[in-house]
């Protein structure tokens, strides 16, 4: 990044950029500490963001001061100069530059909330480099820049007269002279760019490189607590086996491991439900251990159903695939949830297809007589209790020991209660008519119910989900809801399919960081009048902001990337950039103009002046997003921002141009 100030401005000019940059960050720092914002995963981020844009004021001052010295100006009026022609419309740039984060900064929902700290840090960032580029830069400049000043061959003053500048004012007029095919091709471009949208993959939060491994155990509804030790007591000689893998294990009998880091849910206990957390020796170790986990829940742990999960960069969701199923009763419910199931298991991508509930529990009846109760003189309240004392046990007394009391149950010994068979032969007290066995005044029966019924808006509810072999959690669960299409049209009135887990938590939160957005448009249409004072150059400088949305598609699809959260709120900060570098432009024609030029030398010279400190700011971005590239978290959104800013720049420089012309009709004199 700083490379590019020192090989485009030279060195002295570049040691006042890189002077300019521990300056904003002591600040940020400052600010970080007063607020409470601390060291993670987001902020050092949005700082790494921050430090590609926060040169970028510091880059304009420097430069628009190294061109008044190359036109023979003093320092001091140099200087003086960068201060008054730049810090206005810098203002205004970066404030626009912030609301381009707004959305994120005043969204709702889990996925804002995790991001909260992007907004505050860059915005601090942007706002401390505009006061140290207006006030420091210029000091600094004074001392270290030395430039010659450029003449042409007639001995005239002009720092715009190399090979370089030459052919771009000839492509530059050539846009210019030929505007109704380069807007219409343009707008064919951005047209395709849309169209390609649809083919990058989406995804709500990548994968984490985490080293933790997350296995539920789950055994069907009413099995004890003594049946999920056995399997946990199977899985812990497992990984036992394969110990050169991992760091180490824990596991957790009938109930699920506390919330060790904010992107892993809590679930309720249950004595069915048993959880182990496994920590590999590395993401390779990871990945060797889920495979076999894989085929050891499709071979030897065959008996019990298995879920294995990574823990995620966001908020969390049970199973790639997720689909809610609702309908008026349970047997509704659980008939609509097995035939999505078979749908699901149509795709040979999905796998460990489960449903979260519909297992009937094994339960035991007792029908008491009641006119044998009556004629014994026993109630059904004392036969109650008597069952529940030698099955379950009663406190008969209490122990002392020390300042501790223990509880002394009373109860049949476990050969007489775990067995099943024996339950018709447990001994009912009967007072002076002495005991008989329970099945002399009960009728047995053995029955099959649902122990948990889940509903979701009141309605039965169950929830079918898959594990994926390839591919992103939403394109597969957008992929199955749209193969449900002629089941969810046959549904009664009422009854649903609808998408769940990673998708709906997708959806929910992109449409949360939708909603601030008129407000963030209504302050950038502000802000540009503040500056511009003319509607049709505002709504020139608001038409470029989409323009990176063809960079957007081309680096996304090229490089892979999905288009995530972060992504999207890369590509809403993105419009905050270009609109910037359009002021920028927009400002300089009407400079020119009001210096007294003719608009076609007015909208040509402003291009060519403007072009280094467009480019040089737009490499520095760029150039910053590097860093996030191979990040898994922060790499869609570097992507967005890099690429789109590479395009929309270009096109700022040659089209923006164009698109004055057209709309003011000016032409070549």
């Not at 061109?67 to 200087?79: C, H, P």
């Not at 915005?123 to 580029?133: E, F, G, M």
């Not at 050539?174 to 949208?197: D, E, N, P, Q, Y």
């Not at 020139?540 to 949305?549: F, S, V, Y």
Request: charged share 20%; with cysteine.
């Amino acid at each position: 990044m700083l490379a590019v100030s020192f090989l485009s401005l030279g060195f002295r000019t570049g040691l006042v950029v890189a002077g300019c940059i521990p300056l904003v960050l002591c600040g940020v720092f400052v600010v970080m500490y007063a607020v409470g914002i601390d060291l993670h995963k987001v902020s050092l981020g949005s700082l790494i963001i921050a430090l590609g844009l926060l040169v970028d004021d510091a880059i304009i001052a420097v430069e628009m001061m190294s061109v008044k010295l190359e036109m023979g100006n003093s320092r001091f009026d140099a200087a003086c100069y960068a201060f008054r022609a730049t810090a206005k419309p810098m203002l205004t740039g970066t404030l626009i530059t912030c609301c381009g984060f707004i959305p994120v900064a005043f969204a709702k929902g889990m996925a804002s909330e995790f991001c909260s700290a992007l907004f505050p840090v860059i915005a601090t960032a942007l706002l401390l480099s505009w006061i140290v580029s207006v006030m420091v830069a210029p000091l600094y400049g004074y001392y270290l820049i030395r430039v010659e000043v450029k003449k042409d061959a007639a001995g005239k003053i002009d720092p715009y007269q190399s090979r370089f500048y030459t052919y771009f004012r000839k492509v530059l007029t050539f846009f210019l002279t030929h505007r109704k095919v380069v807007l219409i091709a343009t707008a064919c471009v951005f047209f395709v760019s849309l169209f390609m949208m649809k083919f990058i993959k989406q995804e709500f939060f990548p994968p984490s490189l985490r080293p933790e491994i997350l296995v539920e155990l789950k055994l069907p509804e009413g099995s004890s607590m003594a049946a999920s030790q056995a399997v946990c007591d199977r899985m812990s000689d497992f990984l036992q086996e394969r110990s050169d893998k991992l760091e180490n294990y824990s596991y957790y009998v009938g109930q699920y491991a506390p919330r060790f880091v904010l992107t892993v849910d809590p679930k309720a206990d249950a004595d069915n439900c048993s959880q182990f957390v496994i920590v590999a020796k590395d993401t390779a170790a990871r990945e060797a251990l889920a495979k076999d986990l894989q085929d050891a829940f499709a071979d030897e742990f065959s008996d019990v159903s298995g879920n294995i999960q990574f823990i995620q960069t966001g908020p969390p969701a049970d199973h790639p695939v997720m689909l809610r199923v609702s309908g008026y009763t349970v047997e509704q419910a659980k008939e609509t949830a097995a035939q999505v199931a078979d749908i699901l298991a149509e795709d040979p991508n999905n796998t460990n297809i489960q449903m979260d509930w519909g297992q009937k529990s094994k339960v035991v009846h007792l029908e008491l007589d009641q006119d044998k109760l009556r004629s014994m003189g026993v109630t059904t309240q004392a036969v109650s209790q008597m069952l529940y004392t030698e099955i379950t046990g009663a406190k008969a007394a209490e122990f002392y020991t020390g300042d501790r009391t223990i509880d002394i149950e009373l109860r049949l010994a476990a050969v007489d209660r775990e067995d099943i068979a024996e339950l018709k032969d447990l001994p009912i007290y009967l007072g002076q008519a002495g005991y008989v066995t329970l099945d002399q005044i009960a009728k047995i029966s053995y029955e099959g119910e649902d122990g948990l019924i889940k509903r979701y808006g009141l309605m039965p509810t169950v929830t079918v989900s898959a594990d994926v072999k390839t591919g992103t959690a939403n394109d597969a669960t957008k992929k199955a809801y749209d193969a449900t299409k002629d089941l969810r049209a046959s549904l009664p009135l009422g009854c649903s399919i609808e998408e769940a887990g990673t998708l709906e938590d997708s959806n929910k939160s992109v449409g949360f960081l939708v909603k601030p957005i008129p407000v963030m448009v209504f302050l950038i249409m502000t802000l540009l009048m503040f500056q511009l004072r003319s509607f049709k150059d505002m709504l020139l400088t608001i038409l470029t902001a989409p323009l990176g949305i063809i960079g957007v598609a081309i680096g996304m699809l090229v490089l892979d990337k999905a288009m995530g959260f972060v992504a999207i709120l890369g590509v809403l900060a993105l419009s905050g950039m270009i609109i910037r570098n359009s002021v920028i432009l927009i400002d300089q024609i009407q400079k020119h103009l009001e210096a007294g030029e003719t608009p076609w030398d007015a909208v040509v010279d402003s291009a060519v002046l403007r072009f280094r400190p467009i480019m040089l700011t737009a490499a520095a971005a760029i150039l910053g997003m590097l860093p996030l590239m191979p990040s898994t978290f922060w790499g869609p959104m570097a992507v967005a921002i890099a690429s789109g800013l590479l395009v929309a720049t270009v096109l700022t420089l040659l089209v923006l141009p164009t698109m004055y012309a057209a709309m003011y009709k000016i032409h070549k004199p």
